[in-house]
């Protein structure tokens, strides 16, 4: 039996926030960065080369659409993944659409604990 349509709908409404969510190149590259773990919105400016108050403005839309969290350690906050299976979603992207060479923007030196633990 099918659905209700109410539910279908409210299914739809959801993955409609999920792709519009998605639909911006700095949320995008956002995504790619924190690929490999989390990161500071310090890391994230220092390679993505955005300003910090811009950049927060797109980790809240992925925090929203439920893609990311964050975790505060001390000044600094860190944000990760939660929802890995949207890596799936963009690499089928990619297979549509290849992506742009070279997602980071800057390979500058970042100031953060993270950074600078790795550095040493």
Known sequence: MNEPPALEK??????????KALAHP???AILEALHDGEHCVCHLEAHLGYRQAYISQQLSVLREAGLIEDRRDGWNVFYRVIEPRIYDVLAAL????????????NEIACPCPQ??????
């Open 10 to 19: 409210s299914s739809s409404d959801a993955r409609a926030q999920l792709l």
């Open 26 to 28: 700095v949320r995008l």
């Open 94 to 105: 990619r297979q549509i659409l290849p992506a742009d060479k070279g997602t980071l923007a």
């Open 115 to 120: 950074c600078s633990s790795e550095s040493k």
